[in-house]
């Protein structure tokens, strides 16, 4: 599932390619990924530009001036500027049509992405009760979120309305490195390890950024690489295990990440 990283890469490719053309047309080949009526959505992007975009947590924000398209990847969400002489992807479920020979295609091979119109970024992260994103957050705005959750410091770091942008892959990441047992109690945390998540979160995500999410090519030195069974510790060389947690599995080091509650 597309966590931060990759939203990030879907942001860059659409600066990259799609911003500043006249959007001529959109063919919506299935409403169901639709979170807002097709008039509406038409009479907010045709004849307009994607001007800018912004990326908060998991979610892009394309500026039309006014308002914005907001996209959301779902599990298998993408995007692809193709020449208009090429036929559209395959799973594309709307296709803008630009002012030129291209096009730009939302696909989602699954109906879980999601296309939304917003007045303004403060009313659609209000909407959708997120919390500041995890990437672009400061420290302080970090430890105001924390002071209004408990609970299991893996469920915490997965809620979209504490902080934006982590999912699965990257909170055990985060808590790997961290060395932070899944199932700790996030009110237990010292200052010094909620500094040293706050950093963590930081790096690990700038590293993601950097490797476009592609999970393939993360260093030995990450959990990534060793998400499977019978894999070992990068650091200790015990047995990495697995863990469920709210139905998503998750991997750990019972060594490094001791449960100390
Ligand atoms: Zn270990």
Partial sequence: MPELPEVETFKRYLDKTSLKQV????????????????PDLKKAVKGKQFESSIRH?????VYLNPGYLVLHFGMTGDLEYYSKKDEAPAFSKVIFHFDNDFNLAYISRRM?????????????????????????????????????????????LLNQSFVAG??????????????????????AL????????????????KIGIEKKGLLSTYPDSFLIPHRKKEEHCPRCGNEIRR?????????FCPTCQKDLN
């Fill in 112 to 156: 879980f992405g999601k296309l939304y119109v917003a007045e303004s970024v403060e009313e659609f992260v209000e909407m959708k009760k997120l919390g500041p994103d995890a990437y672009k957050m400061s420290l302080e705005e970090f430890r105001g979120a924390l002071k209004r959750r408990t609970g299991i410091i893996k469920n915490v």
């Fill in 166 to 187: 982590i999912g699965n892959i990257y909170s055990d990441e985060i808590l790997f490195k961290t060395k932070l047992h899944p199932k700790m109690k996030m009110d």
């Fill in 57 to 61: 947590g998991k979610y892009l924000l």
């Fill in 23 to 38: 959007i001529k047309k959109i063919t919506i080949i299935d409403d169901r990924v639709l979170k807002v009526e097709v």
């Fill in 243 to 251: 863990l469920e947690i709210a139905g998503r599995h998750g991997f």
């Fill in 190 to 205: 010292s200052e010094a390890q909620i500094d040293y998540m706050f950093q963590n979160i930081k790096s690990i995500l």
